[in-house]
């Protein structure tokens, strides 16, 4: 019934597509070149970039750049193939961006790969740098170290919460400390010497979750901090100024796009959870990264689930602290 659904859906966009031109009452002009959600971000000079994704009825290809100072757009070369759910970070010139699925609504790239674009070389193309350990969508992935890091997601139908480290100079992945909740469409912080891991989904979860987990680097080991105060899934994740924040996403259940925004203080965590500043617009499906102590929210869907294709945006606003 879900396929039915989904290829009906599939097939009215199309559709709608090519009599309207695309989601023209959804777009800010002044937006990246196509409107998407079930993205990813990665930050690097002072810009943010963004690829692929879900558009209007469809998985995208194309690359978007976010002049953070400016609050420009730039394109940026397209992914070698069309991909939603695909997973970003950056470093030292260089963008890189891993797995997802070819097409709605989630079928995996059975080739799932570790692509680049060295943006600092003026590349016009994206190369792929290694196969993935497995298929890999709805997973999470940074740069650190002069490695790039993937954690969680879904290979083959099944969670995950691996963490899969590439040493870009040897060309090897090797596995550390699997996550103690295996999930997927969660977010990811970080700091200097923790990676935070929030919310998140599985069948064990269910559509949304509470869940945070710390992983230090130093000790290849994890620990459970407080649980967020509201359904995470769908959402953005971001350390600013000593402090974990969680903020929008979605619970499919209710069909509610959350606005809600906490933070959590990393030096006393047992003080729990303080209320931030809402977001601007409700929001899902987002991708998000900080500039010079910004938070970034760019793109998501407005409407949760199934609903998600026709209410994709294209605009960027910085969240507000207490």
């Known amino acids: 019934m879900r396929v039915i659904f989904w290829t009906l859906l599939i097939i009215g966009g199309a559709i709608a597509a090519a009599w ?65 759910h695909v997973g970003m970070a950056a470093g030292d010139g260089k963008v890189f961006a891993s797995g997802g699925y070819v097409s709605l609504p989630f079928n995996q790239d059975p080739d799932g790969a570790l692509f680049m674009l060295d943006v600092a070389g003026d590349a016009d193309r994206w190369v792929e ?47 550390r400390a699997a996550m103690p909740t295996p999930r997927h469409s969660h977010g990811i912080a970080l700091d200097d010497n923790k990676l935070y891991v929030t919310g998140g989904r599985s069948r064990e979860l ?15 080991a994890w620990e459970s901090l407080p649980d967020a105060s509201f359904p995470l899934g769908g959402h953005g994740a971001a350390v600013v100024a000593g402090r974990l924040h969680v903020f929008g996403g979605e619970d499919i259940d209710t069909a509610e796009v959350f606005t809600r925004h906490a933070s959590l203080a990393l030096d006393n965590p047992d003080a729990g959870w303080r209320d931030e500043p809402e977001m601007a617009f409700p929001r899902h499906g987002l991708a998000t990264a900080t500039v010079d102590q910004k938070i970034w929210v760019i793109g998501g869907g407005k ?20």
């Open 20 to 84: 309207f031109g695309g989601p023209w009452w959804l777009s800010d002009r002044d937006g990246m070149n196509e409107p998407r959600s079930e993205i990813h971000a990665a930050a690097l000079d002072g810009r943010i970039y963004v690829a692929g994704g879900i558009g209007f009825f469809r998985t995208l290809s194309s690359c978007a750049a976010f002049h953070a100072a400016a609050e420009q757009w730039a394109d940026c070369p397209d992914l070698p193939r069309s991909l939603h």
């Open 129 to 175: 740098l290694a196969p993935l350990p497995a298929p890999l969508g709805q997973h999470a992935m940074f740069y650190r170290d002069n490695a790039v890091w993937l954690i969680g997601g879904e290979s083959g139908g099944e969670t995950t919460g691996a963490l899969w480290r590439y040493d870009l100079a040897k060309g090897e992945w090797s596995e």
């Open 303 to 322: 409407r949760a689930g199934m609903r998600t294709p026709w209410s994709v945006t294209n605009n960027a606003f910085a969240l507000e602290r207490n």
């Open 206 to 220: 269910g559509f949304h979750s509470l869940v945070i987990e710390a992983y230090d680097f130093e000790a290849d």
